[in-house]
């Protein structure tokens, strides 16, 4: 099952080519749950591995579209509110759990969040609304979701261009970064509160 979804995608990009990047990137970092990741991942192994794509085509059109796409979110969430919000997280089955992740990591470090949270598979769907339904600053959002659309698009755009020849070791070597980058926060989080505690111990 899962080779097929691999090769229907393969077989998308083959296609549509930066189209398809771009459509998935803009859909995913919007709010919608597509495969946005393993797309930038599988283009870019194709930029190695044949002509028809070029590695920095790829990386232009991923930071435009992921960038575009938080946007999109942001500003469908900052209208639509908690309400709408809501029932985004029930038409797309989002668990609840995700949510609060995002809501307290919002809390702890605001705007910076939205840098890290590209990593987080989850959080990174829901970034974009969830920042406009807290009504977050939208100059931070947009200065913070550029950086990390940057980052982030270069990042798996290389890893997937310079692993090329081992797809199957690639996936497993994002999964465990997004883990990686979980971890950093988490542990952020935790140092962020000790200190809070520390300083205020009533």
């Known amino acids: 099952m899962g080779q097929s979804i691999l090769d229907f995608l393969q077989n998308l990009i083959a296609q549509y080519g930066y189209w398809a990047v771009g459509g998935a990137l803009l859909l995913e970092n919007s709010g919608v749950p597509v495969p946005g990741e393993t797309i930038l991942l599988l283009a870019s192994f194709l930029a190695y591995s044949r002509d ?6 790829i990386i232009v059109v991923g930071v435009c579209a992921a960038t ?5 979110g942001y500003f469908i969430g900052y209208r639509g509110g908690r309400r709408l ?6 038409a797309f089955h989002i668990k609840p759990g995700t949510i609060e992740r995002g809501e307290r990591l919002f809390a702890s470090y605001g705007a ?4 890290f949270a590209r990593f987080i598979f989850g959080l990174r ?12 600053p939208w100059k931070r959002f947009a200065l913070f979701n550029f950086l990390g ?7 798996i755009s290389f890893v997937g261009y310079k ?12 999964e465990r970064f997004n883990l990686g ?3 950093v926060i988490i542990v952020g989080v935790l140092a962020a509160w000790l200190w809070r505690r520390r300083r205020n111990p009533t």
Do not use: C, Q
Request: proline residues 4%.
């Open 181 to 183: 980058i979980a971890v």
């Open 52 to 57: 028809e794509l070029r590695l920095p085509y």
């Open 163 to 174: 692993f090329g020849k081992h797809w199957d070791v690639l996936t497993d070597y994002v």
């Open 125 to 136: 769907v829901i970034a974009g609304p969830l920042a406009g339904v807290l009504r977050m």
């Open 85 to 90: 919000f809501d029932r985004y997280r029930s």
């Open 68 to 72: 575009l796409g938080d946007n999109l």
């Open 112 to 115: 910076i969040t939205i840098f």
């Open 149 to 155: 659309a940057l980052l982030w698009v270069t990042v």
